[in-house]
């Protein structure tokens, strides 16, 4: 019987094993310096939101409304503002590995401080700093990333790294409320105390580990092959070659202010806000919904971050298996917008409102995962160094502003579910600026090497 399938030719049997090589050599680094990564961020998004269950036991002792509480939340993005554009131009002079060190060591210290704070004053000046300390570890990851992944990967990459915010929920919620209950009055110390100590204290050791455990760049990296340091470096290399003709991706002067690039701000800023509003402020909208309970509190308040981080890895995926992004996050946005308006509907049902913020939350972190994967496609070279900090500083100014929005809407309406409002029109808006964007920004096609399953 004839062989009706002809047999590759040599040069096409050449190309299939060199894109299964490829293939293996972004597995083998993804395996390696993503559970690093995604480590650093459980542990800096703990620190960063274990405020959320202290302001349920603190608020009394330290005088704080919640319009004063959603100020003091807001201040951190003040200090995340200012440290994150010169954070990434450290990194670009002296590597990943001693700056990702230094603010985990920093945020570590000033985050088990905040254990002493007795004044709203002293609370604001603790956020700040820890705002100032941390302010570079995200945008220092996005930017680290590309010297790593091809853009093609970037969204599960993205997300992967992302997956981490949720994650933390899952660790934070319960074990907060179960530090609060349980430790309270231990040895003198408040509940809210033990918490910031033991939740601090680990991200002072990790930070000193991560100096010895990643590496600045592929060709430093000594698991690496000679031959797989080459494979990345051509990828990149080819990556670059392709957008380095496209003057925004990588002039920092005209990248700024490019309306592509103001357009990803705003979209950013929608981002940043929705993501702050959910962190801070869930473990009270919880209580409003009726749990009082410490404990159980944490307990279902970690029900929408285990949904996240299983949705937004998918649809990461999902995002680059088919290289399209915007109709990723305008869906995600949409999703997002129509559960938060359901969860925030008077009257509604316990378990409809948890389902509700379980899927808001899954989408609004999906929408995040798939822009960073966008603006680093965007952003090349030197634009990228800058810009990347641009964005963050922007989301965080905005975050600032939410916050102390979102508390003086919660004094007003007696109910800190009246805020969820605000978040569902944002997302609304995003979903519809997304599709504005540069139809063009949706992947390098012509250099990605086949994708690899993590």
Known sequence: MPNIYPRPTPREASRSRKASEQQMVFAKIGWRIMPVLFLVFVLAYIDRVNIGFAKLQFSRELG?????????????????????????????????????????????????????????????????????????????????????????????????????VPVAGILCAPLSGYLLETMHLVHGLKGWQWMFLLEGAPSIVVGVLVYFVIQNTPQSARWLSTGEKESVAVILASEQRVHSSLRARTNIRYALKSKTFLLLAVIETIGGVAVSGFAYWLPQIVRDLGVESLSRNGLITAIPSLCASIGMIVWGYSSDRSKERRWHYAIAAYVSGVALLVASRKGVDFPVAIAALSLAYTAILSCVSVFWAYATTYLRGGAAVMGIGVLNAVAASASYASQYAFGAVSMATNNSLSGLYGIAIAMFIGGLLVLFVPKELQGARSCSPKQPAY
């Open 64 to 164: 704080l409304t919640d319009a004063m509480y959603g100020r003091g939340a807001g201040i951190f993005f003040i200090g995340y503002m200012l440290s994150g554009i010169p954070s990434n131009l450290m990194l670009e002079k002296i590597g990943a590995r001693a700056t990702i060190s230094r603010i985990m060591v920093t945020w570590g210290v000033v985050s088990s401080l905040t254990m002493f704070v007795s004044t709203p004053a002293q609370f604001y000046l603790l956020r700040f700093l820890l705002g100032l300390a941390e302010g570079g570890l995200a945008p220092g990851v996005y930017l680290y990333l590309t010297y790593w992944f091809p853009a093609a990967l970037r969204a599960r990459m993205l997300a992967v790294f992302l997956a981490a």
